[in-house]
């Protein structure tokens, strides 16, 4: 019996009777992370690594009926074995390890492989079939050093700053800002953030990751002198909004690992792409996967065909699963007054 099996609802393991990261309401949900494609409102019950519970709780509401586990802690649900273990993504993200009768699967979630100092870091798990996702899954996606990003966001920061102009990044509200605010150098210029960014920030500073200071964005008059200096980040779905009129003359930017593709960035009609994601590259999901040993894999949302084909190739029992996950956070981030 297949410990992991696709429903209408979501992903199910039968034996234990509990979904994964379901994308319509059941009774009992296990959640890898709090991004809105992964964790719905509307479950009876959650159950989450302790790391996200306050990321949980800010995006689905403080009532909700929570249950956690420490990374590595066990829970023994109708015989089935249920441990969470480190993904690398965001803050609290874990693939989920579910044990049963001698069998293991894994179900990843989203990670990365890259450590970025914002959340736990990818540990890979043991396991006969792992579920992997593959939302970069091309050999050309392939991420630059983060290092190497972060100077170039500086760079592209003090330039405009030396130019009079506010620089205005965009970038998903959750994960990616935070990531982003980790690796800048704050001696450049004030930090300023939409009303999207600044309740996650709360959640990071509170699970012990060191920010630099953040000012509301909304908080400055139009064509503040302070604005021309300053580096703002905001979700994707701020760009062209009544909301930016405030920053006059900027220059603007997107980070996302779509920014590998020049038509995206075309696409966006901003002035730079930075390459940063939170997902595996191509090298990455190829070497997350063997590292698991598993010789069953199974792929979701992203180039499903293409890791199958490739997998299939060198041996592994590889096969699509069909779900409901896709960019995690898109225009659906809340905005702030204008």
């Known amino acids: 019996m297949d410990l992991v099996i696709a429903r209408p609802e979501g992903l199910y393991c039968p034996p234990g009777d509990f979904y994964i990261d379901p994308w319509r309401p059941v009774e009992r949900a296990v959640i890898t992370h709090g991004h809105g494609d992964h964790a719905r409102t509307g479950n009876a019950h959650y159950l989450t690594a302790a790391p996200g519970a306050g990321v949980l709780r800010s995006r689905l509401g403080q009532d909700i009926d929570l249950q956690t586990l420490a990374y590595g802690e066990r829970l023994v649900h109708h015989g089935v074995t249920l441990s969470f273990h480190p993904a690398g993504h965001v803050l609290g993200s874990a693939q989920v390890r579910l044990e049963y009768q001698g069998e293991v699967w894994v179900a990843s979630g989203?990670?990365?492989?890259?450590?970025?100092?914002?959340?736990?870091?990818?540990?890979?798990?043991?396991?006969?079939?792992?579920?992997?996702?593959?939302?970069?899954?091309?050999?050309?996606?392939?991420?630059?050093?983060q290092a190497t990003i972060f100077s170039e966001i500086n760079a592209w920061w003090r330039?405009?700053?030396?130019?009079?102009?506010?620089?205005?990044?965009?970038?998903?509200?959750?994960?990616?800002?935070?990531?982003?605010?980790?690796?800048?150098?704050?001696?450049?210029?004030?930090?300023?953030?939409?009303?999207?960014?600044?309740?996650?920030?709360?959640?990071?500073?509170?699970?012990?990751?060191?920010?630099?200071?953040?000012?509301?964005?909304?908080?400055?008059?139009?064509?503040?002198?302070?604005?021309?200096?300053?580096?703002?980040?905001?979700?994707?779905?701020?760009?062209?909004?009544?909301?930016?009129?405030?920053?006059?003359?900027?220059?603007?930017?997107f980070a996302s690992g779509w920014m590998r593709l020049r038509g995206t960035r075309r696409r966006r009609g901003v002035d730079r792409g930075f390459v940063l994601s939170d997902h595996a590259d191509w090298p990455g999901l190829l070497w997350a996967i063997e590292q698991t040993g598993a010789q069953r894999v199974m792929v979701t949302h992203g180039s499903v065909n293409v890791l199958v084909r490739y997998l299939s190739e060198r041996g592994l029992d590889a096969r699509a699963f069909v779900t409901e996950y896709g960019d995690e956070d898109d225009t659906r981030e809340p905005q702030a007054p204008a």
């Open 110 to 145: 989203d990670y990365k492989v890259e450590p970025d100092g914002t959340c736990a870091p990818f540990e890979p798990v043991r396991c006969h079939t792992f579920i992997t996702e593959s939302t970069f899954g091309l050999p050309i996606y392939r991420w630059p050093p």
């Open 159 to 253: 330039a405009n700053r030396e130019l009079g102009k506010a620089s205005v990044l965009f970038c998903y509200a959750f994960g990616k800002a935070q990531r982003i605010l980790h690796g800048l150098d704050p001696s450049i210029g004030p930090i300023l953030v939409h009303g999207a960014v600044e309740p996650l920030n709360r959640v990071y500073r509170e699970a012990g990751v060191a920010l630099p200071d953040t000012h509301y964005a909304g908080d400055f008059a139009r064509n503040d002198p302070l604005l021309r200096q300053a580096l703002v980040l905001a979700p994707p779905s701020a760009g062209g909004s009544s909301w930016m009129k405030r920053f006059g003359d900027y220059s603007d930017a």
